[in-house]
């Protein structure tokens, strides 16, 4: 069963024009245990008195061995007229917010024997492989294995934590990272940019039905284009991984 507790905001700092990061600490003072790619729920009520909740993957950056951390981090999209935004869009620190988890069964799984992750993401959707980085800093030379990550964003200021995943693939060459823009290309572009959706990285990644294992994670109309590509190129249907992120208002 899943833990209840209160969070309290302790920072927060905009990502995008649209996307703020916030960094809870639990306010009962005890840690918070999760698996990389796992999401909380947020509860709160509209303003008529009705219980509602929203879903968030948690994006804290850990030991990479499971350990419990002291602050719990999450992006959050401004939608407009939305509830939740009102609530986490005008937090201030100190405030507090109920909430519950963790959730979900988006993780990188044991005893995998794949040569390579594709892990394809778009807006927020790449919060989960933010907490990953631990994990794949570990299993990356352990079992030889490669990653890849697409990121799909309409510009350079809607790359959320892009100049982290770069440090990152700098840091290790078995990781790389493709910044895929699809309206508006960089001024300077970098060597693994792309201009498009997230389909064109894939496609000339090849992916390969024998060695690959996918994530998915986002807008659900990337995410439903992104698994009918890879189940065309062979990939198996357990290979392929999905977390569709919807707006609610």
Do not use: W
């Not at 804290?60 to 869009?89: C, F, H, K, R, W």
């Not at 993780?107 to 989960?128: F, S």
């Amino acid at each position: 069963m899943a833990d209840h507790f209160p969070l309290r905001l302790a920072d927060s700092r905009m990502l995008a024009p649209t996307v703020r990061h916030l960094a809870f600490e639990r306010a009962d003072g005890a840690p918070f245990a999760f698996v990389p790619g796992q999401f909380l729920q947020v509860h709160f009520h509209y303003a008529d008195g009705k219980p509602t909740k929203r879903s968030y993957s948690v994006a804290t950056i850990g030991a990479g061995d499971g350990s419990p951390v002291q602050q719990v981090e999450m992006a959050v999209s401004y939608v407009e007229g939305g509830a939740a935004t009102d609530l986490l869009g005008n937090l201030q620190p100190g405030q507090t917010v109920d909430a519950s988890g963790p959730y979900g069964r988006f993780c990188l799984m044991e005893p995998d024997a794949n040569r390579r992750y594709l892990l394809v993401a778009t807006g927020t959707g790449v919060t989960p492989y933010r907490a990953m980085l631990p994990q794949l800093k570990v299993l990356m030379p352990a079992r030889n294995v490669h990653v890849a990550l697409v990121y799909g964003a309409r510009n350079e200021g809607e790359l959320l934590y892009g100049d982290e995943f770069e440090a990152f693939a700098r840091e290790h060459p078995q990781f790389q990272f493709y910044a895929c823009l699809s309206r508006t290309p960089r001024a300077q572009p970098r060597a693994h940019d792309r201009n498009g959706h997230v389909q064109v990285a894939l496609d000339e990644l090849k992916p390969d039905p024998a060695h690959d294992i996918a994530y998915l994670c986002g807008n659900p109309n990337m995410v439903d284009q992104a698994f009918a590509l890879l189940k065309d190129a062979g990939l198996p249907i357990p290979h392929i991984r999905r977390e569709k992120y919807i707006s609610s208002r």
